[in-house]
């Protein structure tokens, strides 16, 4: 869990940012590009490829290249549709995906994983919603793309990550999920992008730099390794710690306007969630030993 709240906090700043200094200014298929390009750079070199199973790596890549190649691409067009706030509540469908997906792969259905998610749907809507303007299908439709392809990569992983060789660590493999997400974002450039509309400011290539190696690199890399220790319910409620946290950062630094009371309760929701969830997880297992005893 320690490892998806870091993330949730690194990534907060990943909306504002995306929203202020990119959107409408620099081409998203180049910016994909760029971010994708200097994550893989930072994890291609851990790569052992003899170690690793020739079917392991194509999975790897496709995972990737669903998760972070086609999530982004959905995800930047967003933001020529929507506001940040508007981004932020569209996402709230993201648990849901999750614990639907993960429920698929395992050939099983869990009702209480869905509840916890819907709570925390709920938790999301109670921070956002404010209104529906005449771009709402649109956007919306873009947003759910990219929910899609986030919730089925980190479910897709934390099921192929059982799979691997235990004694090859994941940083020694992670480098495939980036170069599969590469040669999707490369392949959109190259048939989508605009090559005039590069950056154009030292502050826009700090701002790529710095999502490409952090929120992209580590971010990933950090948050599908906590997806493999936690389970579905968790995993699907930590989605939408981001909308809270999110908002917080574009409120504290860019002084946009919202609801502190909303925040806090939606905020609270989201938290009576997760602690829900841990509780009927660990009665679940104090159960479960109980019954072998």
């Known amino acids: 869990m320690s490892y998806l709240i870091g993330i949730t906090a690194l990534w907060a ?3 504002s940012l995306i929203g202020v200094y990119l959107s409408g200014q620099v081409d998203s298929y180049f910016a994909v590009l760029t971010r994708i390009a200097l994550a893989a750079l930072l994890f291609v070199p851990f790569l ?4 690793l199973a020739h079917r392991h790596k194509l999975a790897l890549m496709g995972i990737g290249a669903i998760q972070l190649g086609l999530m982004y ?6 933001f020529l549709l929507l506001s940040v706030p508007e981004v932020l509540l569209f996402t709230i469908f993201t648990p849901l995906y999750v614990t639907l997906l993960d429920d698929a792969m395992a050939r099983r259905f869990s009702p209480f994983y869905l509840l916890t998610a819907l709570l925390a749907v709920l938790g999301a809507a109670v921070i956002r919603y404010d209104g529906i303007d005449s771009g709402f299908w649109q956007g919306f439709l873009v947003v759910q793309g990219a929910n899609l392809c986030f919730a089925f990569g980190q479910v897709a992983y934390r099921h192929l990550a059982a799979r691997l060789p235990a004694e090859l660590p994941q940083l020694g493999v992670f480098g495939w999920f980036y170069l599969g997400a590469l040669c999707l974002a490369a392949v959109a450039y190259l048939l989508l992008g605009n090559r005039s509309m590069l950056p154009t400011t030292g502050l826009q290539w700090g701002v790529l730099l710095w999502l490409g190696l952090a929120a ?5 890399f950090l948050w599908n390794k906590g997806a493999t220790l936690v389970d ?15 908002l917080l950062v574009n409120l504290v630094i860019w002084n946009r306007d919202a ?10 929701i989201i938290l009576a969630a997760l602690l829900i969830n841990e509780w009927w997880v660990k009665r679940r297992k104090a159960l479960h030993a109980y019954r072998q005893a």
Do not use: T
């Not at 992209?216 to 990933?220: L, Q």
């Not at 579905?232 to 999110?246: D, E, K, R, S, T």
């Not at 609801?259 to 609270?268: I, T």
């Open 73 to 78: 691409v959905f995800f930047y067009q967003s």
């Open 232 to 246: 579905a319910g968790a995993l699907a409620i930590m989605n939408n710690a981001l909308i809270p946290a999110g």
């Open 13 to 15: 700043f990943s909306f």
């Open 259 to 268: 609801d502190l009371l909303r925040l806090a309760l939606g905020g609270g």
């Open 216 to 220: 992209s690199g580590v971010g990933y």
């Open 48 to 51: 052992k490829p003899r170690l």
